[in-house]
């Protein structure tokens, strides 16, 4: 069930709040009627997956005991505990691709599984790996297998993140005060549902349809329409994702959980640190916290080209997360190698550069890397990019007779959107701004 769909806004949800609220006069236990209501909306997309969701909850649970039950294997039980999770995410997500590479590699003819891609496995994994690594820490101590279960599969933040942390999440949940219906929350809950509601229908929805339609002639670009053509993927794909997060922080809010934040106007970076500090800052938090820093302490000796290096593996890591295609894993080096100039710059280059040309540069690094993400064969791939920096084109009146180009300043809506969008990224307070005005 999707977030913006009639299903989810005129039933589910309205449901859900109703039984939330006042289903002790069920004699329910209000935790129960989420996990039941949560497992009900993942199954909506395929009911086929429910089972994998529920072993790896069970799975998860069955090592946190395992962990805090004062036996001396504790640091084994977690390593197992993590490399269990990363092999489920492997087998359903990567299977075929590591078979596709193979056969090319070494000119073998192995069949795919064609194993079923189980909805938001990339971040119930990411958030269980989170969850064993915290209470290994000793964070959590005393976790009742209902409430680990809400954890996972509360449904606002199950299908696109946030990545939330149990410590985070359950006080909520168990402060009883959050059990009665809260009519500020309800109103900036719906308020936030409806921005996200927008951001996903109008702008990524009409957006969208130019971009596929690019896509599908991209031998007709020029100069011109290439650059219009990345642009309104970048403001499809921010208001996309970040419309989903504001329909599930929405839908959160309703029910009086807030969500962490996850997007802080990315569009408004001033380095690639500074982006990935504002954009799925979950997924950053994730991937410095248990991935780059336990990377970082296994090395004898720390240096600065030691921890660039990590970087750039870090966002291997973090491109391949993304999907099993090449193409996410040059988005990642990319971003990797960009990262690496950006620390390069702030170490050793003494001059200052205008806070406008650090926002220009970096939008056009953002942007540019959104093509690796979009596009799935390299060959096109460079062909935008060529297409991009084709100047001559420019000279040569390629840009006048532009049949693409052309369709984006005909279709006077698309056009207005596309002009909104830059207003919107540029000039606008985001969505977490506004709830933390409640």
């Given at each position: 069930?999707?977030?913006?769909?009639?299903?989810?806004?005129?039933?589910?949800?309205?449901?859900?709040?109703?039984?939330?609220?006042?289903?002790?006069?069920?004699?329910?236990?209000?935790?129960?009627?989420?996990?039941?209501?949560?497992?009900?909306?993942?199954?909506?997309?395929?009911?086929?997956?429910?089972?994998?969701?529920?072993?790896?909850?069970?799975?998860?649970?069955?090592?946190?005991?395992?962990?805090?039950?004062?036996?001396?294997?504790?640091?084994?039980?977690?390593?197992?505990?993590?490399?269990?999770?990363?092999?489920?995410?492997?087998?359903?997500?990567?299977?075929?691709?590591?078979?596709?590479?193979?056969?090319?590699?070494?000119?073998?003819?192995?069949?795919?599984?064609?194993?079923?891609?189980?909805?938001?496995?990339?971040?119930?994994?990411?958030?269980?790996?989170?969850?064993?690594?915290?209470?290994?820490?000793?964070?959590?101590?005393?976790?009742?297998?209902?409430?680990?279960?809400?954890?996972?599969?509360?449904?606002?933040?199950?299908?696109?993140?946030?990545?939330?942390?149990?410590?985070?999440?359950?006080?909520?949940?168990?402060?009883?005060?959050?059990?009665?219906?809260?009519?500020?929350?309800?109103?900036?809950?719906?308020?936030?549902?409806?921005?996200?509601?927008?951001?996903?229908?109008?702008f990524a929805g009409t957006?969208?349809?130019?971009?596929?339609?690019?896509?599908?002639?991209?031998?007709?670009?020029?100069?011109?329409?290439?650059?219009?053509?990345?642009?309104?993927?970048?403001?499809?794909?921010?208001?996309?994702?970040?419309?989903?997060?504001?329909?599930?922080?929405?839908?959160?809010?309703?029910?009086?959980?807030?969500?962490?934040?996850?997007?802080?106007?990315?569009?408004?970076?001033?380095?690639?640190i500074d982006f990935w500090?504002?954009?799925?800052?979950?997924?950053?938090?994730?991937?410095?916290?248990?991935?780059?820093?336990?990377?970082?302490?296994?090395?004898?000796?720390?240096?600065?080209?030691?921890?660039?290096?990590?970087?750039?593996?870090?966002?291997?890591?973090?491109?391949?997360?993304?999907?099993?295609?090449?193409?996410?894993?040059l988005f990642g080096a990319?971003?990797?190698?960009?990262?690496?100039?950006?620390?390069?710059?702030?170490?050793?280059?003494?001059?200052?550069?205008?806070?406008?040309?650090?926002?220009?540069?970096?939008?056009?690094?953002?942007?540019?890397?959104?093509?690796?993400?979009?596009?799935?064969?390299?060959?096109?791939?460079?062909?935008?990019?060529?297409?991009?920096?084709?100047?001559?084109?420019?000279?040569?009146?390629?840009?006048?007779?532009?049949?693409?180009?052309?369709?984006?300043?005909?279709?006077?809506?698309?056009?207005?959107?596309?002009?909104?969008?830059?207003?919107?990224?540029?000039?606008?307070?985001?969505?977490?701004?506004?709830?933390?005005?409640?």
């Open positions: 069930m999707l977030f913006y769909t009639l299903p989810y806004l005129l039933f589910f949800l309205p449901i859900t709040l109703v039984l939330f609220f006042y289903g002790k006069f069920l004699k329910i236990d209000r935790k129960i009627i989420l996990i039941l209501l949560s497992a009900f909306f993942y199954s909506w997309w395929n009911i086929y997956y429910l089972p994998l969701i529920i072993f790896s909850i069970l799975m998860n649970y069955y090592f946190y005991k395992k962990i805090t039950s004062g036996n001396p294997n504790r640091k084994k039980n977690l390593i197992f505990g993590i490399t269990l999770n990363i092999l489920l995410l492997i087998i359903f997500k990567y299977t075929d691709f590591i078979i596709q590479n193979i056969n090319l590699l070494l000119s073998t003819n192995i069949s795919y599984l064609n194993l079923p891609f189980p909805l938001a496995i990339s971040f119930f994994t990411f958030q269980s790996i989170t969850f064993l690594v915290n209470v290994y820490d000793e964070d959590l101590l005393d976790v009742k297998a209902k409430d680990f279960f809400l954890f996972i599969i509360f449904f606002p933040q199950l299908i696109a993140g946030p990545i939330v942390r149990y410590r985070h999440m359950m006080p909520q949940f168990n402060n009883e005060s959050n059990w009665m219906f809260n009519k500020r929350n309800f109103i900036i809950g719906l308020i936030i549902l409806f921005i996200g509601l927008v951001k996903k229908v109008y957006l969208s349809e130019f971009v596929d339609m690019g896509h599908q002639n991209l031998g007709e670009l020029s100069f011109l329409s290439s650059w219009i053509l990345s642009l309104s993927f970048t403001f499809e794909f921010y208001f996309d994702f970040s419309g989903y997060v504001d329909m599930a922080t929405g839908s959160a809010l309703m029910l009086n959980i807030v969500l962490p934040q996850n997007f802080n106007s990315p569009l408004k970076a001033t380095s690639v500090q504002r954009w799925h800052m979950t997924l950053t938090y994730f991937l410095t916290t248990f991935i780059y820093y336990p990377l970082l302490k296994s090395l004898k000796q720390i240096n600065f080209l030691s921890t660039m290096l990590i970087t750039f593996c870090v966002f291997l890591i973090a491109g391949i997360w993304h999907g099993p295609s090449w193409n996410f894993i990319f971003h990797g190698l960009g990262l690496i100039i950006n620390h390069v710059y702030k170490r050793y280059l003494i001059f200052n550069i205008s806070k406008f040309i650090l926002w220009f540069l970096t939008f056009n690094f953002i942007n540019i890397s959104f093509i690796f993400f979009r596009t799935k064969e390299i060959e096109n791939i460079i062909l935008i990019l060529k297409k991009m920096f084709d100047i001559k084109s420019f000279f040569y009146g390629d840009l006048l007779i532009d049949k693409l180009s052309m369709k984006f300043f005909n279709d006077i809506n698309l056009f207005i959107c596309f002009l909104l969008s830059i207003i919107v990224c540029m000039a606008f307070k985001n969505s977490y701004e506004l709830i933390n005005k409640r």
